[in-house]
């Protein structure tokens, strides 16, 4: 049995892979690009992947594959129509990141709200030091208790975040992307209802129905200071939309996620004029260590699973 992962960089040096050898021969790659994704799969049994694309005419030519492990949730990299056709099976995993994006989520939020690397810089500048007051409030900020909180998706992670923000005093009302999410602990309510939320969090997948459901419409509804955090996928906002609205409705956000990744310099989010009002990170909500452990272990497990039948 021989096992090919094609991208053990996206999952972080620091994990330990060799639980996979437990399955047969293991080689792996750091990263794959399109031209090689063909000459190093077409031997392999077993092929796992968080991004790299197999589409039909790379599975066409992979006669001894039997199983796509993707090392994420989404399977969108991997053409399943086709797949299933040939007798592929492709195997996912979910619920591996739900405490790390939840707390991800609130990194983003209380650094926005709080200033805290204003505050920083104020200290490390030793300003403060000169300061003839013993406190500096030159940056104002606001409580999350008291608001309302409005969540866009409450799938796993939406529901542990309203858990977290419920816990902070918040009061949490949602939209179902789906239309098809009646939870009875939290007031459902229109997408133009919760784009009027204090803060607004993202934590839905990228499909037809959320393509670019947040534009110039949606954003202009949002209230002076508001905070948008998007741990969700980046085509559910409108970027080019969202850096006019940062720098003409004075509103906040926090990015984990952009259309393309990594995100491309012309982006216009890299050249908003309020810079103290955007605060990123690279796609890293998923990527705790715990997480990335419990992936690896969530993989081996569906290994084992289809190796027993």
């Known amino acids: 049995m021989k096992l090919v992962l094609l991208d053990a960089l996206t999952l972080g040096s620091d994990i330990d892979l060799k639980i996979f050898e437990n399955y047969g021969e293991l ?21 796992l992947t968080n991004k790299v694309i197999l589409d039909e005419t790379v599975l066409k030519a992979c006669e001894r594959l039997k199983l796509i492990c993707v090392m994420a949730t989404g399977t969108n990299n991997v053409d399943l129509e086709y797949a299933k056709q040939k007798g592929i099976v492709v195997k996912n995993v979910a619920g591996y990141s739900t405490h790390s994006v939840a707390q991800i989520t609130f990194t983003l939020l209380l650094s926005l709200i709080t200033n805290s ?14 300061s003839p007051i013993f406190t500096h409030l030159d940056k104002t900020f606001f409580e999350i208790h008291g608001k309302r909180w ?12 309203a858990k977290i923000a419920t816990a902070f005093g918040a009061k949490v009302v949602y939209f179902s992307t789906s239309g098809a999410n009646h ?3 939290y007031e459902r309510v229109s ?6 939320s204090d803060i607004i969090s993202i934590h839905a997948p990228l499909n037809d129905k959320t393509a670019n459901l947040i534009d110039k419409n949606e954003l202009a509804l949002m209230k002076k200071g ?15 939309a969202l850096a006019k609205a940062i720098d003409e409705q004075d509103i906040l956000a926090g990015i984990d996620v952009t259309q393309v990744e990594p995100i491309l310099s012309s982006n216009p989010l890299l050249h908003v004029k309020k810079k103290e009002h955007l605060l ?9 260590v715990e ?11 569906n290994i084992e699973e289809f190796l027993e039948k």
């Open 27 to 47: 080689v792996v790659y750091e990263t794959t690009n399109k031209e090689q994704t063909l000459t190093r799969i077409k031997e392999a049994d077993i092929v």
């Open 117 to 130: 690397a204003y505050y920083d810089g104020y200290v490390k500048s030793k300003e403060w030091s000169k």
């Open 150 to 161: 409005g969540i866009i998706g409450l799938g796993t992670i939406g529901k542990e975040v």
């Open 183 to 185: 939870d009875t602990t």
């Open 191 to 196: 997408l133009r209802e919760i784009m009027q």
């Open 226 to 240: 508001s905070v948008i955090i998007n741990v969700g996928r980046g085509g559910i906002i409108n970027e080019e």
């Open 280 to 288: 990123f990170s690279p796609h890293i909500a998923w990527a705790s």
């Open 291 to 301: 997480a990335r452990d419990k992936l690896v272990n969530l993989v081996a497990k």
